[in-house]
């Protein structure tokens, strides 16, 4: 089955650590996203990439990172420049045509204490 | 004014009802325009997707785009419990760059 995978489902994290979200994707899609999911708040874009060795910026990138190294993987980082980062995290792709929908995986929920 | 504006509920409905949800919107240039269905700690699923405006159905779901009034809905016939999640509003341009999502609407569908 055709989907997207992010682990882990839980994670929990001391502040002051960096933390890296796992997000793989075997849909052949060449656009990936990463979202923050907050109670009460629209998703927010974090970080997107349209291609390979290439990413760009969303509305909430300050304390986080990305890389795209594959086409199938797009980890993120959570540093602890992040101010608030206990949240959803949820991961999506898309055919990279304009206006194609999105689609998500499960999400991480992290904790930071 | 926010960008995508959604009632965010919580809407409770007898089950059989029929479920009307809406998102007012204030960017013309949105033309593609998406609805999902989130349960509790799980991802957003597709549910309908629509260009521009017009009617689309699938099933029990309806899908409204009123580019003129900046006005889109979703209706679900015969509601069961297990429509009962948050059911979020999303919409592009024509480049597919800039998704903007509504906050949802939290649904419960009573037996």
């Known amino acids: 089955d055709g989907g997207i995978t992010q682990s882990p489902k839980y994670l929990f994290r001391k502040e002051g650590q960096n933390v890296t979200l796992s997000c793989e994707q075997n849909?052949?899609?060449?656009?990936m996203y990463w979202y923050r999911q907050d109670p009460g708040q629209g998703l927010r874009l974090i970080y997107y990439?349209?291609?390979?060795?290439?990413?760009q910026k969303g509305d909430i990138a300050e304390g986080y990172s990305v890389s795209r190294e594959k086409k199938e993987s797009f980890p993120l980082t959570v540093t602890s420049a992040q101010k608030n980062p206990t949240a959803f995290y949820l991961c999506?792709?898309?055919?990279?045509?304009?206006?194609?929908?999105?689609?998500f995986g499960n999400g991480t929920r992290l904790t930071v204490t | 004014q926010k960008e995508v504006e959604q009632d965010p509920g919580p809407l409770s409905v007898p089950e059989g009802a029929i479920v009307s949800l809406n998102c007012t919107y204030s960017?013309?240039?949105?033309?593609?325009f998406m609805w999902y269905r989130q349960y509790s700690r799980k991802g957003p699923e597709l549910l309908m997707y629509?260009?521009?405006?017009g009617n689309k159905e699938d099933g029990r779901f309806t899908a409204q785009v009123d580019k003129s009034s900046k006005y889109i809905s979703l209706f679900i016939r015969d509601s069961q419990p297990s429509d009962s999640a948050t059911y979020l509003c999303?919409?592009?341009?024509?480049?597919?760059?800039?998704?903007?999502f509504g906050p949802g609407t939290r649904l419960s569908v009573l037996p």
């Open positions: 849909l052949n899609h060449d656009a």
């Open positions: 999303a919409m592009s341009d024509n480049y597919g760059q800039n998704f903007v």
């Open positions: 629509t260009y521009s405006s």
């Open positions: 990439s349209q291609i390979v060795n290439d990413f």
């Open positions: 960017n013309s240039a949105f033309q593609y």
């Open positions: 999506a792709s898309s055919i990279a045509a304009g206006g194609s929908p999105l689609h």
